[in-house]
């Protein structure tokens, strides 16, 4: 078996006025473009526009998509890929419950490897 030295880069940010220093930490991260992928119940409760607002007070720049399911198909992750692969993000943003963190994980696997 080979050896490795796994260090993940997820930051997971929970608690009440954590929109507030989504922008903040997007920067400390030196992000600039950012995909923020939303599950469809935090679009609709507004937090998705929260994130956005926050992210855009730190100058960033943010494409959005939460056309997607839990168990997601490949078919919803070619469209993500396919819907913000030319913007250059350099940041991902996975915003409500395990389904939305989930398919951000994925999103951005496929952005930086292919697939």
Do not use: W, Y
């Not at 030196?30 to 730190?58: F, M, P, W, Y």
């Not at 997601?72 to 469209?79: D, G, N, Q």
């Not at 994925?106 to 930086?112: D, F, P, Q």
């Amino acid at each position: 078996m080979t050896s490795f030295d796994f260090r993940p880069r997820t930051r997971i940010l929970f608690g009440a006025g954590e929109f507030a220093r989504l922008g903040e930490v997007a920067r400390e991260q030196n992000a600039t473009r950012c995909l923020l992928i939303a599950g469809q119940n935090s679009v609709d409760a507004g937090h998705a526009q929260e994130a956005v607002r926050s992210l855009k007070a730190r100058r960033m720049d943010v494409f959005t998509f939460h056309d997607f399911a839990a168990n997601p198909t490949v078919a919803m992750l070619e469209a993500a890929r396919d819907h913000v692969a030319p913007q250059a993000v350099n940041l991902v943003v996975g915003l409500g419950d395990g389904a939305a963190l989930d398919f951000a994980k994925l999103v951005n696997v496929l952005l930086t490897n292919g697939g």
